[in-house]
């Protein structure tokens, strides 16, 4: 049997995606929306299954990936976010690069003799590496038009990803994937009319302009943190409204806070652009916090907790 576990957002879609126009096999896809990220456990492994993992935190999947190697899975495992003890097993084919400047897709593109490349620029933009994103864009040659594109594809995809569940999302993560699928590039996808890139353009635009407008709880020349309402529409903007923040003062840091179904708030962080280090120091502070040194959140922050939070993430980037 064959599994692919993947983040549902645009890094682990788009390393997917690679992946599968390099080499289709068929399996059996395991994903959600971008913070449900323990999802090693959803598959019942057994020996000589092939498990493909796609940028989800290994710390968070240290139990299932250790059960799954014990039972004679060989587990091919690709990621950018913090690993823990990774395991010493031959049955771990792993490929993890922690560098703030690059992401799964990144990583798969290099596995790949970036055979599909342009897809993985798009991640990066996704996963908001503009920088580098940039960067390669360039030894492509491509032009300023065609980055843009590129860039607004990313943030589209990616923005699809965020939501408390999969049914505030407008495209879930495995249906998303397959739509983009048959697109060996795209700028197939952004030159097909009616395509996923159109129509969540138009969602992403009505969002973000909402969000512009959100409360303001803190800001000082060291970090901005902002509440967004209760609604579906928040909880799908609050990962790339994070980056529009980070892009928009590059030397603060950012949390985007949105109310959650549990009764309390989940946050997303941006290190700044400028020092791109500590959001999952900060984090990994509170209970159910993880992600990267550029990026991270955490998915259930209580009420009474949200002062506290404030002040560590303004006192860790004082000094």
């Known amino acids: 049997m064959n599994y692919d576990v993947f983040n549902g957002d645009a890094d682990g879609i788009i390393a997917l995606l690679q992946l599968q126009l390099a080499n289709p096999i068929e399996s059996i896809k395991i994903t959600g929306v971008k913070r449900d990220i323990s999802l090693l456990k959803q598959v019942d492994a057994k020996a000589g299954d092939n498990v493909r993992v796609l940028d989800i935190s290994m710390e968070k999947n240290t139990e299932a ?16 976010h913090r690993t823990g003890e990774i395991p010493q097993s031959a049955n771990l084919d792993a490929h993890i690069d922690l560098d703030a400047n690059t992401c799964t897709s990144l990583i798969v593109s290099d596995l790949l003799n970036k055979e599909f490349h342009l897809w993985a620029i798009t991640a990066a933009y996704g ?5 580098k994103a940039d960067s390669e864009a360039d030894v492509l040659g491509l032009t300023l038009a065609q980055k843009m594109q590129l860039k607004a594809l990313g943030t589209y995809i990616n923005y699809n990803g965020y939501g408390s569940e999969v049914s505030d999302l407008h495209y879930p993560p495995a249906e998303l994937f397959e739509l983009l699928l048959p697109h060996t590039s795209p700028f197939d996808v952004i030159n097909e009319t009616n395509s996923v890139y159109h129509k969540l353009a138009s969602a992403y635009n009505e969002d973000i302009e909402l969000a512009h407008a959100a409360e303001v709880l803190f800001d000082s020349n060291i970090a901005k943190v902002v509440l967004l309402e209760d609604a579906a529409w928040s909880r799908r903007v609050s990962g790339v409204f994070g980056n529009d923040l980070a892009n928009q003062s590059p030397d603060k ?4 806070i949105s109310y959650n179904k549990q009764g309390g708030y989940t946050v997303s962080v941006r290190a700044p652009l400028a020092n791109k280090q500590g959001a999952d120091a900060v984090c990994t502070q509170f209970k159910t916090g993880g992600g990267r040194t550029a990026a991270a959140g955490i998915n259930h922050l209580e009420k009474t907790e949200l002062e506290d939070f404030i002040s560590v993430l303004n006192n860790y980037y004082i000094n």
């Not at 990936?65 to 950018?80: E, P, S």
């Not at 996963?127 to 920088?131: G, K, P, R, S, T």
């Not at 840091?253 to 985007?256: L, R």
């Open 65 to 80: 990936l250790n059960q799954a190697l014990a039972i004679g899975a060989d587990v091919f495992y690709v990621d950018h």
């Open 127 to 131: 996963d908001n590496l503009f920088v």
């Open 253 to 256: 840091a950012h949390a985007v």
